[in-house]
């Protein structure tokens, strides 16, 4: 069965510090994709990044980047020069070949100034 | 406006009661799903629908019940509400279409409180 691991609860980091989420997941599909979303406060779900199995490259996207191990079946999601509005509940998530899409547990990030 | 709105934003109700929890979406996007999310468990699947007369049970379906009236609604219904399905609920939308980076499209969610 499909699974996706979040093994960080909750992590403070410093203000302007880098900071890495970590994800691991499970499939026996050759085609998935990755992805990580950011949930502040208020509620509502912002997509960050995406990572295809077939990628070659790790994604960035300004201030995110996505850290993909394939062989270690690790997507860890790095935030450089944190900020204090980076403080949210981050999950990753992974879509299969049927696009049905599971998510982890979530890391709570609290950045302090 | 939103393009996937979710009404009600908030509801509490009382234990055996039925609820109906609405979505519906201006994207024009085939596939719907309903998450429910707790508090350390992150967000679990619990039905799915990739068109109309395609519905799908998530991993945690027992309990709830859907109905795909249109491409652009989706509803989910507690027919005999239980406490522990207090939580926060969201529906999403997605377009296979527009390549497997894209990702899903949520609602602001649900705020369910059964008492």
């Known amino acids: 069965a499909q699974k996706i691991t979040q093994t960080q609860p909750g992590m403070f980091v410093q203000e302007k510090e880098a900071v890495t989420l970590d994800c691991t997941y499970d499939?026996?599909?050759?085609?998935?994709?990755l992805f990580w979303y950011k949930q502040p406060s208020s509620g509502e779900m912002i997509f960050l990044i995406y990572?295809?199995?077939?990628?070659?490259q790790n994604a960035t996207e300004g201030r995110y980047s996505l850290n993909f191990q394939k062989a270690r079946k690790s997507a860890n999601l790095v935030i450089s020069a944190s900020q204090l509005g980076d403080s949210a509940m981050y999950f990753c998530a992974m879509r299969d070949v049927n696009d049905k899409i599971i998510f982890g547990k979530g890391t709570r990030l609290h950045i302090l100034p | 406006d939103a393009d996937v709105t979710q009404t009600p934003r908030n509801r509490i109700t009382k234990t055996g009661k039925r609820i109906m929890l609405e979505c519906s979406q201006t994207?024009?996007?085939?596939?719907m799903y309903w998450y429910r999310q707790d508090p350390g468990l992150g967000l679990r699947l619990i039905y799915y629908s990739f068109d109309v007369k395609d519905i799908n049970k998530g991993e945690i379906s027992d309990g709830y019940s859907v109905s795909r009236q249109a491409q652009a609604k989706f509803s989910l219904s507690l027919e005999s509400a239980i406490p522990n399905q207090t939580a926060l609920y969201f529906c999403?939308?997605?377009?296979?279409?527009?390549?497997?980076?894209?990702?899903?499209?949520f609602g602001d969610g649900t705020r369910l409180s059964i008492l």
């Open positions: 999403a939308t997605s377009d296979p279409r527009q390549g497997s980076s894209q990702p899903q499209h």
């Open positions: 499939t026996s599909d050759p085609s998935y994709g």
């Open positions: 994207k024009g996007h085939d596939r």
């Open positions: 990572q295809g199995s077939y990628d070659q």
